[in-house]
């Protein structure tokens, strides 16, 4: 089989058998499938590929079959025990940066790390930083761990639910992006958040109750002034912000992703 006949396996979607045949192949310039398009292909490469298309066709997601997903011009390793990494929580690592440059934050804790994501965004721009990333489950901590080690930064990284093994350490600011989709939401059963693991999704509940234990929890682990930055669904800006203020935090405001979405609250403590 040539190159241009394996690249009709997907149908209409020729940029996605575009991406997996250059991951079968080892390659990453397209330039490169114009140029061979005559090549025969090797049987075990051919394989692999209608083996992966077939997934695909199927709705799983690229990141998954390809293994890695760029965030942050970072690649990073993701499995289906991790959430796939997306643009709009790089709102949240702008946001981190931009109080770091402000406050002169010294530490910082990912809540729920998944992949490692915001933590190793934020370790590679201000390698300065002490950056700590937790998660409740091994098997994501593992795939952050492997990331850490890939893009040789130094993180430290904990096993806890939340705070529960976390003591009474404090820091600067405490970053998360926790499931905030409620259990009812029909997007759950859509596209790729299909394959992706429901407990990072969701909290079987009205999507909040996650929330509602971070900012209750977060003041026992932030330094005075310390700031908490909660990603959450484009729905749920004010419910948030309410959140914020009842458990005390002050300077609550708003951030937008780049489709214009209301996406990441923060707020201050004892400022």
Same mark, same amino acid.
């Given at each position: 089989?040539?190159?241009?006949?394996?690249?009709?396996?997907?149908?209409?979607?020729?940029?996605?058998?575009?991406?997996?045949?250059?991951?079968?192949?080892?390659? &990453?310039?397209?330039?490169?499938?114009?140029?061979? &398009?005559?090549?025969?292909?090797?049987?075990?490469?051919?394989?692999?590929?209608?083996?992966?298309?077939?997934?695909?066709?199927?709705?799983?997601?690229?990141?998954?079959?390809l293994?890695?997903?760029?965030?942050?011009?970072?690649?990073?390793?993701?499995?289906?025990?991790?959430?796939?990494?997306?643009?709009?929580?790089?709102?949240?690592?702008?946001?981190?940066?931009?109080?770091?440059?402000?406050?002169?934050? =010294?530490?910082i804790?990912?809540l729920?790390? /998944?992949? /490692?994501?915001?933590?190793?965004?934020?370790?590679?721009?201000?390698?300065?930083?002490?950056?700590?990333?937790?998660?409740?489950?091994?098997?994501?901590?593992?795939?952050?761990?492997?990331?850490? =080690?890939?893009?040789?930064?130094?993180?430290e990284?904990? =096993?806890?639910?939340?705070f529960?093994?976390?003591?009474?350490?404090?820091?600067?600011?405490?970053?998360?992006?926790?499931?905030?989709?409620?259990?009812?939401?029909?997007?759950?059963?859509? /596209?790729?958040?299909?394959?992706?693991?429901?407990?990072?999704?969701?909290?079987?509940?009205?999507?909040?109750?996650s929330?509602?234990?971070?900012?209750?929890?977060?003041?026992?682990?932030?330094?005075?002034?310390?700031?908490?930055?909660?990603?959450?669904?484009?729905?749920?800006?004010?419910?948030?912000?309410?959140i914020?203020?009842?458990?005390?935090?002050?300077?609550?405001?708003?951030?937008?992703?780049?489709? /214009?979405?209301?996406?990441?609250?923060?707020?201050?403590?004892?400022?």
């Open positions: 089989m040539k190159v241009k006949e394996a690249l009709r396996a997907l149908g209409n979607d020729y940029r996605d058998a575009e991406v997996l045949l250059l991951h079968c192949l080892g390659k &990453d310039d397209r330039s490169w499938l114009i140029t061979h &398009d005559q090549d025969e292909l090797q049987a075990d490469v051919i394989e692999t590929f209608f083996s992966i298309s077939k997934e695909r066709l199927r709705g799983v997601p690229l990141a998954y079959l293994g890695h997903r760029e965030f942050w011009s970072l690649k990073l390793k993701v499995t289906r025990d991790v959430l796939i990494p997306r643009a709009e929580t790089e709102v949240v690592v702008d946001w981190v940066l931009e109080l770091a440059s402000r406050y002169d934050l =010294e530490s804790l990912d729920g790390t /998944g992949s /490692g994501a915001i933590a190793l965004a934020v370790q590679h721009d201000l390698p300065h930083l002490s950056v700590t990333a937790s998660d409740v489950s091994e098997s994501a901590l593992r795939v952050a761990r492997e990331n850490a =080690e890939g893009l040789g930064l130094t993180i990284i904990v =096993e806890s639910n939340w529960d093994s976390l003591a009474q350490r404090r820091w600067d600011l405490i970053a998360s992006n926790p499931p905030y989709v409620a259990a009812d939401d029909a997007h759950l059963q859509e /596209g790729d958040l299909r394959f992706e693991p429901n407990t990072a999704l969701t909290d079987g509940r009205d999507g909040l109750s929330i509602r234990e971070i900012a209750s929890s977060a003041p026992n682990h932030l330094e005075i002034g310390g700031w908490l930055l909660i990603e959450h669904g484009y729905d749920q800006a004010a419910d948030v912000q309410s914020l203020q009842q458990n005390g935090f002050s300077k609550v405001s708003l951030r937008h992703d780049i489709a /214009g979405r209301p996406r990441v609250t923060g707020g201050c403590w004892q400022c």
